[in-house]
């Protein structure tokens, strides 16, 4: 199990707490695991989500970029 981890999902995405739990209940032949299970086994490999920062949908790449040059920002 802990080594399907390292790989990403079938669907190239990250790995979740029902993403993980689906697995478990391949692997074992249990017809339901919960989602916090998966989240659980999650921890327990101390790994967790990974998501991208959100960006503002009318923020302004070009400003953006400008305010990270500017020293002392």
Do not use: C, N
């Not at 029902?18 to 074992?28: R, S």
């Not at 989602?35 to 989500?49: H, I, N």
């Not at 990974?50 to 949908?57: D, E, F, I, N, S």
């Amino acid at each position: 199990m802990e080594a399907r981890l390292q790989f990403p999902p079938d669907d190239d995405g990250v790995w979740s707490g029902p993403k993980v739990a689906q697995v478990i209940a391949e692997v074992t032949g249990v017809p339901k695991v919960w989602p916090q299970r998966g989240w659980d086994y999650l921890k327990r490999l101390e790994q967790s989500l990974q998501v991208p920062r959100p960006r503002h949908r009318k923020g302004d790449p070009e400003a953006q970029e400008a305010f990270k040059e500017t020293p002392g920002a």
